[in-house]
């Protein structure tokens, strides 16, 4: 289920502490509470969403799987038809093939893959097509462990390399614009889609309906949005129908 047949709006579910949470600018302790988990994926699914975007947020910055059961009890009250993709705290191929035999489509990988490239090849070996490969960007440069660390690398290097361990999608994500309802940097994402064939997935900073129709004039296969839709900027289906008409 790697590839996005057509565009699509994901909504995100970022998960702390068991509730739906959107941080500004990937700090800590800036997150705002929506609520119930389960609840929050059955009204994105009710208003249309193809695939969810779920993230462990305190996995991310732990570097261990913390939201586990919240995120399980979201894949078992979602219909099969929607597809999921998680993140957060994903950090052995062991890990991955669990979660992806146990319902989640995509396994989303951001410091593990950093840290440790042939990983991707490995999960890609016996799940193909279930890894996205997160890329999360802040002054021009992949950052990493919840967006705190910098790698020295070039988020369009970084992705080509990816694509050719068998990524099956990338998950690119301004970490400047993240949350800030500020607007979108298009030209970050463009050099990113322009470096591979397989899907990027963009993230970070929609704040109108006109920011997710430029991440798809840009190249992008989709856009996840969180604060926006949370903080109902725009509908769901108001921003999907806008991309479709592009």
Known sequence: MSGFS?????????VQDGSVVQLVGGERGTGKRYGDPVEAAARWTEAGARTLHLVDLDGAFEGERANADAIE???DATDDAVGLQLGGGIRTAEDARGLVDAGIDRVILGTAAVENPEIVAEIDGTHPGSVVVSLDARDGEVVVAGWTEGTGLDPAEAAARYEELGAGAVLFTNVDVEGRLEGIDREAVASVVEA???PVIASGGV????????L???GAAAVVVGTALYEGRFTLREAQAAADEV
Do not use: H, L, N, R
Request: charged fraction near 30%; avoid cysteine; hydrophobic fraction near 60%.
């Open 207 to 214: 704040a109108t309906v006109d920011d997710v129709v430029a």
């Open 216 to 218: 798809k004039e840009a």
């Open 73 to 75: 009890a979201v894949v």
């Open 196 to 198: 591979v064939e397989i």
């Open 6 to 14: 057509e565009f699509e709006v994901i909504p995100a579910v970022d």
